[in-house]
């Protein structure tokens, strides 16, 4: 497991000109983003929401996000520390991300973890399982991606199309994982009426993922790579 690196609040609006120049990067402080998401609330609260944030930045919104979903599980799973671990990776496995600026990604990542570990450590600190810090983790790596929204593609050499990992919860204690390619969900988005994975009872379109995985157990999922 990596080093969970303890970091403080990002607020400033600008790292450096250069950045704003060069890539358009200018932060959104907390007020405006709390504002924004408020208009959303429930949806922020409901544990297995989707989000997904094509400029993520550092992850203000992401974060956000995040917490408000980790109070309620908090809030109904707390006597359960088993549960509390199950929903907590449901929460973090809800939010997606793109950033075409390398240190954005790897400081995201970090700070959804560092912030289910703040969770994690205010009910269990003394019997935290390094199993599901690792799915986290692992999660993280797949849901926040180093690339360019506009293209596509990720930022690595060669560039590969982004894939984005769907992690549903299937049987009790395991977890379904399907791989599907960024490009193939924005195409259904632009041509589609149906709504994409709706579970609110609606017709829904659902595309073909590029890769199925065997069902996997909530720690386990560090075994599909």
Known sequence: MSNQLKQEPLDSQVVSRNRVTNHGEVY????????????VKHETERI??????SACG???FLI?????????VESRYKKSQTEFECYSIIAVSSLY???????????????????????????????????CINS???ILSKNIV?????????????????VFSEW???TEGFVKRRDYSFEGLLIHAEIESLPLFSDMGDGVFIPTPVKDYPLTSYFGVTNER
């Open 28 to 39: 959104t402080n907390p007020r405006e983003v709390n504002a924004m998401l408020d208009l």
């Open 48 to 53: 297995d929401s989707r989000f997904l944030e």
């Open 58 to 60: 550092h992850g203000n």
């Open 64 to 72: 956000e996000i995040l917490t408000r979903k980790l109070a309620t």
């Open 97 to 131: 991300g793109i950033d075409i600026l390398e240190d954005n990604v790897v400081d995201c990542r970090k700070r959804l973890l560092n912030k289910f570990i703040e969770f994690y450590d205010k009910s269990y600190k003394s019997n935290k399982r390094e199993e």
């Open 136 to 138: 986290i983790e692992f």
């Open 146 to 162: 180093w690339g360019d929204a506009l293209t596509f593609q990720t930022a690595s050499n060669p560039p590969k199309p982004i």
């Open 168 to 170: 549903s919860p299937a």
